[in-house]
């Protein structure tokens, strides 16, 4: 049954709901009541209200579960503690302070260890979620070798064809693509797709997301206008399975105008984006992350189209909104930050680009470390930068400890490293 447009209802409904819930658990300890119930209520909410982006409001029904949980009746190794504990690091990671959402996952596993064994699924589920944190924060090859050993422990406890087993399938061919390896990415979650279609069906949800990585690494490992042509046909599914103002469906859209504009089609993208814009404006809201990440995607499209002015006042307006929503710390703020000293550069402004460029690569390192590859990415943005400024020298300088990190950090065979390499050879001969 297509469910059009009930997304939106649930998320109207959820921030309705934050009142009467906050308002029912608290009636509910005067009166005594056992605390189980309300923090269970209170967790399903604000996961729910994390989900469809809600963070502002999801966290006091957080913070409140947590307070619930200090009772007597629960205490600090309850089950029920240990999830709230669960949601309040991923919503810590959710708003961008991904470095204290692994920190907290990771302290969260030693008690549920201790707690609740190594093969119990919450304690598996852990393991998931700390990697996944790890891998965001920076910690990409740790992440890899995290989600290898948790499949396998999958694979004992669950069984090669649990639910559970084929996500973190998914989740290791992902991280597998972050480190620079697309090509095997792809032919993981191709594999992957052959038994979601043989366990679950074709038109379940975790099939449809199989079919979107494998499309988005195909495109990533080079193969662009496939990658287009497979999301213009998981469109069409995600239409009639999820219905069109479904938040998967919207994204689809996307992905789609993405690679469109990556196989040359750039104006069609741009119209493509334009209108998702609208849409998700509509369903989810004008603050919503992903509606913010469309209006990135939009002005990084006219940038590839060459209206670079247009596209660094569009990163300077969603800059603005970013810091107020998101924070600005937070890692989207940061990549606008980015866009933004880019399209500068491009549009002639160099030297202030490249003043912005210094700016941003002190604050990414004091809040992503100074090893993250966004990190060591804005490093290479300012020494090209510096060198389009007629530093050549420092330019090959800079790229020349930058490779050294890359090589250290990415390993020698990642994409970046040997991009890094080629301009490092480039700017040795500019600068003689």
């Given at each position: 049954?297509?469910?059009s447009?009930s997304?939106?209802g649930?998320?109207?409904?959820?921030?309705?709901?934050?009142?009467?819930?906050?308002?029912?658990?608290?009636?509910?300890?005067?009166?005594?009541?056992?605390?189980?119930?309300?923090?269970?209520?209170?967790?399903?909410?604000?996961?729910f209200?994390?989900d469809?982006?809600?963070?502002?409001?999801?966290?006091?029904?957080?913070?409140?579960?947590?307070?619930?949980?200090?009772?007597?009746a629960?205490?600090?190794?309850?089950?029920?503690?240990?999830?709230?504990?669960?949601?309040?690091?991923?919503?810590?990671?959710?708003?961008?302070?991904?470095?204290?959402?692994?920190?907290?996952?990771?302290?969260?596993?030693?008690?549920?260890?201790?707690v609740?064994?190594a093969?119990?699924?919450?304690?598996?589920?852990?393991?998931?979620n700390?990697?996944?944190?790890?891998?965001?924060?920076?910690?990409?090859?740790?992440?890899?070798?995290?989600?290898?050993?948790l499949?396998?422990?999958?694979?004992?406890?669950?069984?090669?064809?649990?639910?559970?087993?084929?996500?973190?399938r998914?989740?290791?061919?992902?991280?597998?693509?972050?480190?620079?390896?697309?090509?095997?990415?792809?032919?993981?979650?191709?594999?992957?797709?052959?038994d979601?279609l043989?366990?679950?069906?074709?038109?379940?949800?975790?099939?449809?997301?199989?079919?979107?990585?494998?499309?988005?690494?195909?495109?990533?490992?080079?193969?662009?206008?496939?990658?287009a042509?497979?999301?213009?046909?998981?469109?069409?599914?995600?239409?009639?399975?999820?219905?069109?103002?479904?938040?998967?469906?919207?994204?689809t859209?996307?992905?789609?105008?993405?690679?469109?504009?990556?196989?040359?089609?750039?104006?069609e993208?741009?119209?493509q984006?334009?209108?998702?814009?609208?849409?998700?404006?509509?369903?989810?809201?004008?603050?919503?992350?992903?509606?913010?990440?469309?209006?990135?995607?939009?002005?990084s499209?006219?940038?590839?189209?060459?209206?670079?002015?247009?596209?660094?006042e569009?990163?300077?307006?969603?800059?603005?909104d970013?810091?107020?929503?998101?924070?600005?710390d937070?890692?989207?703020?940061?990549?606008?930050?980015?866009?933004?000293?880019?399209?500068?550069?491009?549009?002639?402004?160099?030297?202030?680009?490249a003043?912005?460029?210094?700016?941003?690569?002190?604050?990414q390192?004091?809040?992503?470390?100074?090893?993250?590859?966004?990190?060591?990415?804005?490093?290479?943005?300012?020494a090209?930068?510096?060198?389009?400024?007629?530093?050549?020298?420092?330019?090959?300088?800079?790229?020349?400890?930058?490779?050294?990190?890359?090589?250290?950090?990415?390993?020698?065979?990642?994409?970046?490293?040997l991009?890094?390499?080629?301009?490092?050879?480039?700017?040795?001969?500019?600068?003689?």
């Amino acid at each position: 049954m297509a469910v059009s447009g009930s997304p939106t209802g649930q998320a109207v409904a959820a921030g309705r709901l934050f009142v009467h819930v906050a308002a029912a658990t608290d009636h509910a300890q005067r009166l005594g009541a056992a605390p189980l119930l309300a923090v269970s209520v209170l967790n399903k909410v604000s996961e729910f209200l994390v989900d469809t982006g809600q963070l502002d409001t999801a966290r006091p029904l957080i913070d409140r579960a947590l307070q619930l949980t200090q009772t007597r009746a629960l205490g600090a190794d309850h089950p029920s503690t240990l999830t709230t504990r669960s949601k309040q690091a991923s919503w810590l990671g959710e708003a961008g302070q991904v470095q204290e959402a692994a920190e907290q996952f990771e302290r969260l596993l030693a008690d549920r260890l201790r707690v609740l064994g190594a093969d119990h699924p919450d304690t598996l589920t852990t393991r998931s979620n700390l990697a996944y944190w790890q891998g965001q924060a920076g910690q990409v090859q740790e992440a890899v070798g995290q989600f290898e050993r948790l499949l396998a422990d999958q694979i004992r406890v669950l069984g090669a064809d649990h639910p559970n087993t084929l996500i973190n399938r998914g989740n290791l061919a992902f991280w597998l693509g972050r480190a620079g390896r697309a090509r095997e990415a792809a032919e993981q979650f191709e594999q992957l797709l052959a038994d979601h279609l043989r366990v679950l069906g074709a038109d379940h949800p975790d099939t449809l997301t199989t079919r979107s990585n494998l499309a988005n690494w195909l495109g990533q490992a080079g193969h662009v206008q496939e990658a287009a042509e497979q999301f213009e046909q998981l469109l069409a599914d995600r239409v009639r399975v999820l219905g069109a103002d479904h938040p998967n469906t919207l994204t689809t859209r996307s992905h789609l105008a993405f690679w469109l504009s990556r196989a040359g089609q750039v104006q069609e993208a741009a119209g493509q984006f334009e209108r998702l814009l609208a849409d998700q404006a509509r369903v989810l809201g004008a603050d919503h992350p992903n509606t913010l990440t469309t209006r990135s995607n939009l002005a990084s499209c006219l940038a590839r189209a060459g209206q670079v002015q247009e596209a660094a006042e569009q990163f300077e307006r969603l800059l603005t909104d970013q810091a107020r929503i998101l924070g600005a710390d937070h890692p989207d703020t940061l990549s606008t930050r980015g866009n933004l000293a880019y399209c500068l550069a491009e549009a002639g402004r160099v030297q202030e680009a490249a003043g912005q460029f210094e700016r941003l690569l002190a604050d990414q390192a004091r809040v992503l470390g100074a090893d993250h590859p966004d990190t060591l990415s804005i490093r290479g943005n300012l020494a090209s930068c510096l060198g389009r400024a007629g530093r050549a020298q420092e330019a090959a300088e800079r790229f020349e400890q930058l490779l050294a990190d890359q090589a250290r950090v990415l390993g020698a065979d990642h994409p970046n490293t040997l991009a890094t390499g080629h301009a490092l050879a480039y700017w040795r001969v500019r600068a003689g």
